[in-house]
């Protein structure tokens, strides 16, 4: 599908004026009909709720969009906690899933009231040695090892990651706590991500309905919900096909109806917890051409670097690039388009075609709403960048300022340095 940038280069242009580059863009609009076609492809599920993954995106501006959608947070760290109680979540509305879990994020997330996601059969104890007793709600994670393949080729090998417990520590996981007196249970898990296909959420939800049907059996426990996490993919290039929610809500309660329902278990709350496909395609990071160099290769040199954007860096990850004012132009030049770090993977694209760029140009590097701005460093001293809202009335807010140069000497003692710092140049 083409990709097509939310704002124009006389957009850009104008924002740029208030806003220097590099800065993150959220599409409010995109935002807001995505979370609405969520909401109604599991609508058929009574207590269906999406738990936007916060670290995907960890700004309390864009959570406060989701919380118009009834949406809860799912958290993983005493921060991200934070965040969601700044919003105004509480109790059921988040969800704490974390691992190698420090005590005291333990404790805030049960003082939130937040419902526990226990990575590990350990935890339990951990966990009772905090609280005293446990919440009526208790959730445990699943990894069932091995493989996991979708027939498309993707596969995930859950054998080979650090989450969840096995099939038989989760079983006698919900045993212990049902004799510790919980009364309801969940059960997560997390098998394979950006799946670019409809067909991850039913299979995995076929599976763990299976697993929790049996378990039920066994022990006579109450599920009240089941959580697909996330995972759920977005096409980052253009010729791949765009997941269709709505087909995925009708994929999951196929096997809800075909596994749940005959085992008298159709009050289970289906809960995901997407960040990726809630939120990527709605971000773009926004960048001026302001170097090219001829050397072996053709480079253009940008106000941005991995800093802001770590996936292409670290994962490889590919980002579409439109040069804006020139959507039109024949792509007919091979670029690298690369940020100042000093080291040589700080490259947004490796051998792009694109058309020809001048400096001065506007870069807008597509579908950095989750896991872009989110994943910022300082290496280099390089700071973070403003993040800006493009709400659905076409006006921008500034929704987190950029860093400064203060802002980096803040978290050490300056006094023996403060009167030669030249923090204004
Ligand atoms: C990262 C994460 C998510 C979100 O994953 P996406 O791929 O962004 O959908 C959800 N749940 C947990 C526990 C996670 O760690």
Redesign the pocket.
């Known amino acids: 599908m083409k990709k097509i940038p939310y704002v124009t280069l006389e957009q850009a242009a104008e924002i740029k004026k208030t806003y220097p580059t590099p800065f993150h863009l959220y599409d409010e609009k995109g935002i807001r009909a995505n979370a609405r076609a969520v909401k109604e492809a599991f609508a058929w599920n009574k207590g269906f709720r999406e738990y936007f993954?916060v670290?995907?995106t960890p700004n309390p501006y864009i959570m406060d969009i989701f919380r118009d959608y009834d949406f809860g947070f799912?958290c993983?760290s005493k921060t991200e906690l934070l965040l969601a109680d700044a919003v105004g979540a509480s109790g059921e509305h988040i969800m704490f899933?974390s691992n190698e879990t420090p005590a005291e994020e333990y404790a805030l997330a049960a003082k939130l009231g937040a419902i526990i996601?226990l990575d590990d059969f350990t935890h339990i104890e951990f966990l009772e040695n905090i609280l005293g007793e446990f919440p009526e709600t208790m959730c445990c994670r699943f990894n069932p090892g091995g493989f996991f393949t979708l027939s498309n080729g993707i596969m995930d090998n859950p054998g080979d990651s650090k989450?969840g417990m096995t099939k038989e520590q989760l079983a006698e996981a919900y045993r212990i706590l049902r004799d510790k007196g919980v009364k309801h249970f969940g059960m997560?898990a997390?098998l394979a991500?950006?799946t670019v296909t409809n067909e991850y959420y039913p299979r995995l939800a076929g599976q763990l309905f299976t697993l929790a049907a049996d378990i039920k059996k066994e022990l006579g426990i109450h599920f009240s919900f089941i959580n697909l996490?996330?995972?759920?993919?977005i096409p980052y290039t253009p010729d791949a096909e765009p997941n269709d929610i709505y087909a995925i809500g009708r994929g999951v309660k196929e096997e809800f109806d075909r596994i749940l329902v005959p085992a008298g278990m159709g009050d289970v709350a289906i809960y995901t917890?997407?960040?990726?496909?809630?939120l990527?395609p709605y971000g773009a990071l926004i960048t001026t051409a302001i170097h090219e160099k001829h050397i072996y290769k053709e480079y253009i040199g940008v106000d941005a670097c991995a800093a802001n954007l770590m996936r292409p860096a670290m994962y490889g990850a590919y980002h579409h690039i439109t040069v804006l004012g020139k959507e039109n132009e024949e792509c007919d030049h091979r670029y690298d388009i690369v940020g100042s770090l000093c080291e040589n993977n700080d490259k947004f694209a490796i051998n792009r075609m694109l058309p020809r760029i001048d400096k001065g140009d506007i870069l807008f590097i597509h579908d950095t709403g989750?896991?872009g701005f989110s994943m910022g460093y300082n290496y280099n001293g390089r700071l973070r960048s403003a993040e800006l809202l493009l709400q659905e009335d076409g006006s921008v807010k500034l929704i987190r300022r950029a860093e400064t140069e203060r802002d980096y000497f803040a978290t050490f003692d300056c006094t023996p340095y403060y009167d030669r710092i030249r923090f204004d140049g």
Do not use: L, P, Q
């Open positions: 993954a670290k995907a799912d993983s899933s996601n989450y997560h997390f991500s950006n996490s996330g995972g759920v993919g917890e997407m960040g990726r496909f809630m990527a989750a896991h």
